[in-house]
């Protein structure tokens, strides 16, 4: 497979359609089983509260790995991603209710690199904070 968007269709400033992405604490068991990151600070709220945590928190590689949907669903196909990082900022806390948690995030084209590729910055956002930082990916255009 190979990206579904032309490197010359895109300009720097190229807003991604942005997502959001709910987490609850099934997600959180999910995530552990499919991951093996079974700490307790992901599923036990008193142990999460007794090492100072406001409450259960979502494993950051989680985090990461949903923000980056924007980019792959935009460019339609995860292997046109060469590269990327983040900076866990602040965690994503999952209250145990019917609602859980909401991860927002918005990226946009921030630079046209050599050989087809641009750097693709993004915004991760929960309950009004940033939660990643630093946040950019490179990508393979067609």
Known sequence: MTAKIAYDEVEVGT?????????TRATLVRYAGASGDFNPIH??????????????????MFTMAEAVRVVTDWAGDP????????????PVVVPNDDQGAVIQVSAKV???LDDQQVRVDLVAM????????MSRAVVRLA
């Open 43 to 60: 599923w036990n709220e008193k142990f999460a509260v007794g090492v100072g945590l406001p409450d259960v928190i979502a494993h950051g």
């Open 126 to 133: 929960c309950a009004g904070q940033k939660v990643l930082g």
């Open 79 to 90: 292997a046109a991603v060469v590269e990327y990082g983040v900076r866990f900022t602040k």
């Open 110 to 112: 921030a630079a046209k």
């Open 15 to 23: 807003e991604l359609p942005a997502q959001t992405f709910p987490v």
